[in-house]
């Protein structure tokens, strides 16, 4: 009952790994546990270009997210990578009764929290001009469907008008809020020929951090000669040489106000449509100002410490893990091993849900000439892998996607937050991962390389499995005759090699049987090939019918056909043959023909003498039914 009385919110973002998103995520995680409400967020990682197959396959999580399980969803509005991506998400809350916000752009006609754009854009443009004297400012950009990157392209803008500046489109560089955005625009910019700017204007702080980067590179100045700002105050950003001139902005409280007005909704409220938060410009070395830091030196030098710890603890486990999980002989194995790098995350749950495709080609249940799981999205019916709760491990049933999780009992009651990640090889979904309560997942960026592993690990083991299956099946066609399904020449010196080796060291009488399918010719010329075909399976089906004691049975030719049996005696041998001669009388009574099957056959009993191999006895038992054959033509 207290499960079903829970408050639970989605949200919906990516790249959970940034310092942008993981300060608002602090805030609604903070939030949401002071009010007792459980969070599910579920988190692609992907670049700028939605056409990468790799990005497609990992927006797939957010198909997972079922409405009608929760009482509110947050979404990062401007972090969403691409307009057909962010299309699909505000189609899908267009009919949604549940209070929904958007972070720091409104999606739909929906709530909005956010901090402020466009007046701290405006302030540090105007300080460039107003304070520094500047007039040559390039400005580089996010994405143009980005809302903040409009606000501070439109604030750039506009204080350059205020102060009779011409705005060239020349001096503009629109693209992503990347660091690799800022160099490439950066090589540009001292390539072009032209007379540096007195400032390059960035859109956020990544961008600006690359633009340093390559000015420093070839030898530029910065601010002496060129003056660089960004936007955000990361940490990169406090603590980079210069100080970057930034913006910093109340991103945790924008977070929690998220939290803040959806709770007010269910509480019957109604809280303002919008909200923003403040932000404030800070002047720093990087366009000539002093600024007092607030981070002391020796904070940064634990920081620092402490970051290199976990990089190099982190990243040596990496390395062993992709190893490891790529050594696995089976399905069964890959889990057992995953287990270990499970247990390192230090979470409260942790489940494994694989598409169930998947799960059976991994098996190698898969039905002959089934395609293999190559899908989007995830099956109605998903696997719950492996799971671990509260340091042990619980097996749970096949689970609804719509369910989206297995049944979590209530055993704490302390508030939930579930981190769902997808797992997919390119544009082609394995399944997920749910994470609850774990500190590494939140904050480190090295989580994406552990999902990455983990994903290519399950990739690497349907390869290898689909290519155990083909040799299997190519080694079957080698060793088996085709028509009839018994063993041709090739099976049959392999598989009974290791049985007359036994009989021979041991002193033990083997059997070497034989039969020739008679009138095989009379039949095929009179009724047909495929009449002769039935003929020759008949004698192979009686054949397999009364290997039942471990003999091996095959088709030598045609119409030839041997069984070898281990510790045979005369009398054994004699039942045998009497068997057969029964099977194949009950055969012609089934397939009820216009003509009869018979078979010539016999056998001989024999110790195997050291020196003797079992390709001398297959010679043997050819010569007798060639003999038999004659016999048979001279009666005729």
């Known amino acids: 009952m207290e499960e079903e009385l829970r408050r639970k919110i989605a949200v919906v973002t990516t790249n959970m790994d940034v310092e942008y998103a993981a300060e608002i995520l602090r805030g609604i995680t903070g939030e949401a546990k002071d009010r007792g409400i459980d969070v599910y967020i579920f988190n692609p990682f992907v670049s700028s270009d939605e056409t990468i197959k790799h990005n497609m396959g990992q927006y797939n999580i957010y198909s997972l997210v079922n409405l009608s399980l929760f009482d509110g969803v947050i979404v990062f509005s401007n972090l969403i990578q691409g307009r057909k991506i962010y299309n699909m998400v505000e189609k899908r809350l267009e009919r949604t009764t549940i209070p929904v916000v958007g972070i720091d752009a409104p999606i739909g006609d929906h709530y909005c929290v956010g901090a402020e754009n466009y007046n701290s854009m405006k302030k540090i443009v105007e300080h460039f001009i107003e304070f520094h004297g500047f007039t040559r400012i390039d400005y580089i950009s996010g994405q143009s469907f980005n809302s903040d990157s409009r606000m501070r392209l439109e604030a750039y803008k506009d204080a350059l008008k205020e102060h009779g500046i011409d705005v060239e489109e020349r001096r503009i560089f629109p693209g992503t809020f990347t ?151 089976s399905y069964e194995d890959f889990l057992e091993r995953l287990k270990h790098y499970v247990e390192e995350l230090d979470c409260d749950r942790f489940c494994l849900c694989l598409n169930r495709k998947l799960v059976q080609e991994l098996k190698q249940r898969r039905e002959e000439g089934e395609r293999p799981a190559r899908m989007l999205g995830y099956t109605t019916k998903m696997v719950a892998a492996l799971a671990y709760e509260f340091g042990g491990y619980v097996e749970y049933e096949d689970f609804p996607s719509a369910q989206m999780i297995p049944h979590i009992p209530v055993k704490e009651t302390g508030n939930r937050a579930l981190v769902f990640f997808p797992l997919n090889f390119r544009d082609v979904s394995q399944g997920y991962v749910v994470v609850q309560n774990c500190e590494f997942v939140l904050s480190s960026p090295l989580f994406k390389s552990w999902l990455l592993n983990l994903s290519n690990g399950l990739e690497n083991l349907r390869k290898q499995t689909n290519l155990k299956r083909m040799l299997e099946r190519l080694d079957k066609l080698y060793v088996t005759d085709s028509l009839t399904g018994l063993y041709n020449r090739f099976g049959f010196e392999r598989y009974t090699k290791a049985l007359f080796e036994e009989c021979k060291e041991k002193c033990r009488p083997v059997m070497m049987f034989f039969a020739d399918l008679d009138g095989l010719k009379k039949i095929n010329d009179r009724y047909g090939h495929d009449k002769g075909d039935i003929a020759i399976r008949a004698v192979a089906d009686s054949l397999q019918e009364i290997c039942d004691g471990g003999e091996i049975c095959a088709r030598f030719g045609g119409d030839e056909y041997v069984a070898f049996g281990a510790y045979y005696s005369e009398e054994k041998a004699h039942i045998f043959s009497e068997r057969f001669e029964k099977a194949l009388q009950k055969y012609n009574e089934w397939i009820n023909q216009s003509f009869a099957v018979s078979a010539s056959h016999g056998y001989f009993i024999v110790v195997p003498a050291e020196g003797e191999t079992m390709e001398q006895y297959i010679d043997r038992a050819d010569k007798k039914m060639y003999q038999q054959k004659n016999l048979r033509h001279g009666e005729r």
Not at 242 to 264: F, M, Q, S, Y
């Open 179 to 329: 660091t690799q955005h800022g160099r490439e625009v950066a090589q540009v910019i001292l390539s072009s020929g032209e007379e540096l700017p007195q400032a390059v204007v960035c859109g956020n702080d990544g961008i600006a951090l690359g633009v340093c980067s390559v000015f420093r590179e070839h030898g530029i100045r910065i601010p002496e000669q060129v003056a660089v700002s960004g936007f955000d105050n990361m940490f990169e950003a406090r603590n980079s040489v210069p100080r970057l001139t930034t913006v910093d902005r109340a991103l945790e409280n924008v977070g929690r106000e998220a939290v803040h007005k959806i709770a007010d909704c269910l509480a019957g409220l109604n809280p303002e449509k919008t909200e923003v938060f403040p932000a404030v410009p800070i002047f720093a070395g990087s366009c000539g100002c002093k600024y007092r830091e607030n981070d002391s030196v020796d904070f940064i030098r634990r920081k620092y410490l402490k970051m290199v710890d976990h990089y190099e603890k982190h990243l040596a486990q990496g390395n062993v893990m992709i190893e490891d999980l790529n050594d696995s002989k």
